[in-house]
């Protein structure tokens, strides 16, 4: 009987700026280059923000996988945490195909402040990253 060992590649970890001092829309926060697998998201508040109503962070797929709804990403939570609370659950990881995105919307008037946020994950094929 003969046994075959797959090794994990080493995970990384990204870290991205969404700027929320711009109008109402959606906007990229990154791209997969070769297919990754995200399991892990954190999500800080760097400037509290203003005047905007929420922010949602999801990826761009068929079928979009929500990291932080509308809801949890309302203003008044920016305003008055650190570390935002991500409504994925992150019990399944979330996979993203070269091309795919994560991308967060800006619903309201133009606000102030930023999030960081960072995505730790597996590269699937040979180089592939988030950018």
């Not at 923000?49 to 761009?60: K, L, R």
């Not at 996988?65 to 949890?72: E, G, H």
Request: glycine fraction near 10%; proline fraction near 3%; charge should be neutral.
């Amino acid at each position: 009987m003969s046994a075959v060992i797959y090794q994990t590649p080493y995970g990384s970890c990204q870290e991205f700026t969404a700027n929320l001092a711009q109008a109402a829309a959606t906007y990229d926060l990154c791209t997969a280059s070769g297919d990754v697998l995200i399991y892990r998201a954190g999500i800080y508040v760097q400037t509290v923000g203003a005047t905007f109503t929420s922010v949602s962070i999801q990826s761009n797929g068929s079928t979009a996988w929500i990291i932080l709804s509308a809801l949890d990403g309302a203003l008044v939570n920016i305003a008055s945490q650190r570390s935002m609370p991500t409504t994925w659950s992150q019990e399944d990881p979330l996979s993203l195909r070269s091309g795919q995105k994560i991308q967060y919307t800006l619903v309201g008037s133009t606000g102030t402040g930023s999030l960081r946020v960072q995505l730790a994950y597996h590269p699937l094929t040979g180089g592939a990253q988030l950018t």
